[in-house]
């Protein structure tokens, strides 16, 4: 019953491991899943746009960084015959750092122009431009402005020396959308890397760059599962789960080989142990199977008063072998129906002796000799022996005791018919406190009222 008890709570704590295990895993999905989907902002104003910047562990960050190299132009924006440069160009990278340990899934940044401002070139990213009018605000996607057609858009442009550049208001704006394709990859982002798309700008000679742009930037980061925590204790929970049940599996096969062959070994004693306790039975008829009956009342005598498994089966060998001694007596004594001389009383008395002996060397079962040697001794101190009395009387012989005379006193035997089970219950009663252990008569009588005994012996005779 303990076993099938750890068997059940070894059970319990592999279940509830594995449990918190998925539990793990289920917290790290979801919180994985939850901060993927999230959409990130961040705004870069003017400024701020063009100031060089550390990587950000937890966050990324935009750089508008201008190229050294630039030239002029003169563009006559209002026909008024101007042939002086008056704009100036510029080619600036915008870096889209990613300082964290995380992918940067996708981005789009919208970026609002402050001053006028024409455009020739971007790279490498598709441009959603819009324009304010009288109507409202004008909408045009175009794909890469490096292959930009005019008759293909209806944007506003400005074409100046066969170069066609598009007109970038105060308030306009437009949506930079990566390119994913593979001979110019923007996203996603790596962790610890950047992308830079560029552009090339006209801005009117006098007027700051600085001023001319802000930059309002969204995107999503692509976390990934074994940067969470929860991750981790999940495998590791999983990794000692699988580990713990290994372990167990192997060590219950091990048991059980020890349990089949300690059952075999059981069996071979048992049968050996019955057919030497058969030569004894043999000796004399009336009390063929007193052995094994002495054996099952005094184990279920130790079960009543609570003994465990081990303990039980012990006991019901050292029970079983209580009267191993009578090996040496003479078949005719122990036969004998007239009542016993003093010297052949003696005689039948030395069996207790000669079963101690013959039980000195059986090393593999404790105690087994205190069953044989003992049990004639009485808890008054009158018995056999060596006249032990009480406490001093080892427990198991006090046991033997009272379960050896209730099936001497249930038998027939070669000088009297067994008695009825009233006078039993009589004699063990009287014998309280003076043949036997009170607590074990009590238990004694318990079993009989209750019909608790097993194996008693057939009703051969008249009960009175």
Request: charged share 25%; aromatic share 10%.
């Amino acid at each position: 019953m303990r076993w099938r008890s750890n068997k059940k709570q070894i059970i319990r704590l592999y279940l509830a491991v594995i449990g918190v295990a998925v539990l793990c895993m289920l917290i790290s999905l979801i919180r994985t899943g939850t901060y993927n989907a999230k959409r990130h902002t961040a705004s870069f104003s003017e400024a701020d746009l063009f100031t060089a910047k550390e990587p950000n562990k937890k966050d990324i960050t935009v750089t508008a960084n201008v190229r050294d190299s630039t030239w002029t132009k003169a563009l006559d924006i209002n026909n008024e015959g101007i042939t002086e440069h008056n704009f100036q160009a510029y080619t600036i990278d915008f870096l889209i750092d990613n300082g964290t340990k995380n992918n940067v899934k996708d981005f789009t940044f919208k970026l609002t122009f402050n001053k006028n401002t024409y455009l020739i070139s971007a790279w490498n990213g598709s441009l959603e431009i819009h324009q304010a009018t009288d109507n409202g605000e004008f909408v045009d996607l175009i794909p890469d402005l490096r292959e930009f057609k005019p008759a293909d858009h209806a944007v506003e442009i400005f074409s100046s020396e066969g170069e066609n550049m598009v007109t970038m208001k105060p308030g306009d704006y437009l949506i930079y959308y990566p390119s994913s394709s593979v001979n110019a990859v923007e996203i996603p982002i790596s962790a610890h890397t950047a992308s830079t798309p560029g552009f090339i700008m006209y801005l009117k000679i006098g007027e700051k760059l600085e001023d001319a742009l802000s930059l309002d930037i969204e995107y999503s980061f692509q976390k990934k599962l074994v940067s969470d925590p929860f991750f981790w204790i999940s495998i590791v929970l999983t990794f000692i789960w699988l580990v713990a049940l290994t372990i167990y599996l192997l060590t219950s096969m091990q048991l059980k080989k020890y349990k089949e062959r300690h059952e075999r070994d059981n069996v071979i004693i048992n049968d050996s142990m019955n057919t030497f306790i058969s030569f004894i039975d043999a000796k004399d008829p009336y009390t063929n199977g007193h052995s094994i009956r002495v054996a099952k009342y005094s184990r279920r005598i130790a079960e009543e008063l609570g003994f465990g498994k081990e303990d039980l089966e012990r006991i019901y060998y050292v029970a079983l072998l209580h009267d191993c001694g009578k090996i040496g007596i003479p078949d005719n004594i122990l036969a004998k129906p007239e009542k016993l001389t003093d010297e052949e009383f003696e005689i039948i008395k030395s069996h207790t002796v000669r079963g101690g002996a013959i039980l000195s060397n059986f090393k593999s079962l404790k105690n087994v000799g205190e069953g044989a040697l003992y049990h004639h001794e009485r808890y008054d101190g009158k018995g056999y022996p060596e006249g032990k009395a009480g406490t001093d009387i080892p427990f198991i012989a006090r046991i033997i005791c009272v379960a050896d005379s209730y099936d001497a006193m249930n038998s027939d035997r070669v000088y009297r018919k067994k008695l009825s089970k009233q006078r039993i219950v009589e004699e063990i009663r009287n014998g309280k406190g003076k043949q036997f252990d009170p607590t074990i008569a009590d238990i004694m009588l318990n079993l009989i009222k209750h019909n608790k005994l097993d194996d008693e012996p057939k009703k051969d005779s008249e009960e009175t």
